[in-house]
């Protein structure tokens, strides 16, 4: 199973890829967790990326490209993966569904967490009081950024997936346990139609 979470930042992707991961024996692709990685390590991606982050912006979609095609090839995605934060913007979209095809894979389901702004902003301040600001780009100001961002780049993949027919949406707003048992019904959806 090949599942890619999309969202605006603070929908809960991050959280929910990781148990979904856990309990079906998935590999996580974090996109967003391997630059800050790069970031650390002051890696040649890491110190193009490092600025580009803290602003909000998108990193390069050839850079992203390269990074997802070298990771998808690691041993642990064998028995699939959940892309979380990744593709970002349409030519991602277009260059994952040409990797896949390449390895002959597919994307099964594709889920759309839905949270209003008010929400985000309210969960990106308490997670940024939690870390200790241990995201630089966790502040009001580079959350509006990102949410501008990700309206004009990355909405656009709502109607490109519902147009294949592999879009499913998901009521973020709900509890984190309450989330999670919609995410496990889409997923007993999909292995009932298989
Ligand atoms: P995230 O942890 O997913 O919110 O990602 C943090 C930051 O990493 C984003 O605001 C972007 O600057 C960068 N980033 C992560 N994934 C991508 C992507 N697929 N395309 C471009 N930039 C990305």
Redesign the pocket.
């Known amino acids: 199973m090949n599942c890619v979470f999309v969202g605006p930042?603070g929908a809960g992707k991050?959280t929910q890829a990781i148990g979904m991961c856990q309990r079906h024996g998935l590999a996580h692709l974090?996109?967003?967790?391997m630059?800050r990685a790069a970031v650390a390590n002051e890696t040649e991606t890491g110190l193009k990326?490092k600025d580009?982050?803290a602003r909000?912006?998108?990193?390069s979609d050839d850079i992203?490209i390269a990074i997802i095609s070298d990771r998808i090839e690691e041993p642990d995605c064998v028995n699939g993966f959940v892309l979380?934060?990744?593709?970002?913007?349409l030519p991602?979209a277009e260059a994952l569904k040409k990797l896949l095809a390449e390895r002959e894979l597919r994307l099964d389901l594709v889920i759309n967490f839905n949270v209003p702004d008010e929400t985000l902003k309210e969960r990106i301040l308490k997670r940024s009081e939690e870390t200790g600001g241990a995201r630089d780009?966790d502040s009001l100001e580079v959350l509006a950024k990102?949410l501008d961002v990700y309206r004009e780049s990355t909405a656009p993949l709502l109607p490109y997936y519902r147009t294949e027919g592999i879009l499913r949406e998901i009521d973020g707003t709900k509890d984190i346990e309450t989330v999670t048992g919609d995410v496990e019904l889409l997923i007993k959806e999909l292995a009932s139609v298989a």
Do not use: E, N, Y
């Open positions: 930042p991050g974090s996109t967003g967790d630059l990326a580009i982050m909000g912006a998108l990193v992203m979380d934060g990744f593709p970002r913007t991602q780009d990102r």
